[in-house]
């Protein structure tokens, strides 16, 4: 696998806010301040947490697709649905 260099990390500021950092550069960042209710706010935190830690592990996740594609390829199977989604996946995540 690809050597990654540096991963894409999780950091809750505070309850509403939260950011996806790498290295001390943001990939992003969410806040729930002006969303949040006493009713909503443990949901709609549980909600970024999880969308986040995904998010956080795209680039781990773009490395997987792309060697598992090469090992299609290898055993000449990347003619197979597998094969269409990977390539698919991996021309989505690294078009512009």
Request: charged share 30%.
């Amino acid at each position: 696998m690809s050597d990654i260099k540096q991963n894409w990390e999780v950091v809750e500021h505070s309850w509403s806010d939260t950011s996806i950092m790498c290295g001390d550069k943001t990939i992003c960042t969410m806040s729930i301040y002006d969303e949040a209710t006493e009713e909503t706010q443990d949901e709609l935190e549980d909600e970024v947490s999880r969308n986040f830690k995904l998010i956080a592990s795209a680039p781990e996740l773009l490395e997987a697709c792309k060697e598992a594609l090469k090992e299609l390829q290898f055993h000449n199977w990347q003619n197979t649905t597998t094969g269409f989604l990977l390539e698919a996946v991996i021309k989505k995540a690294t078009s512009l």
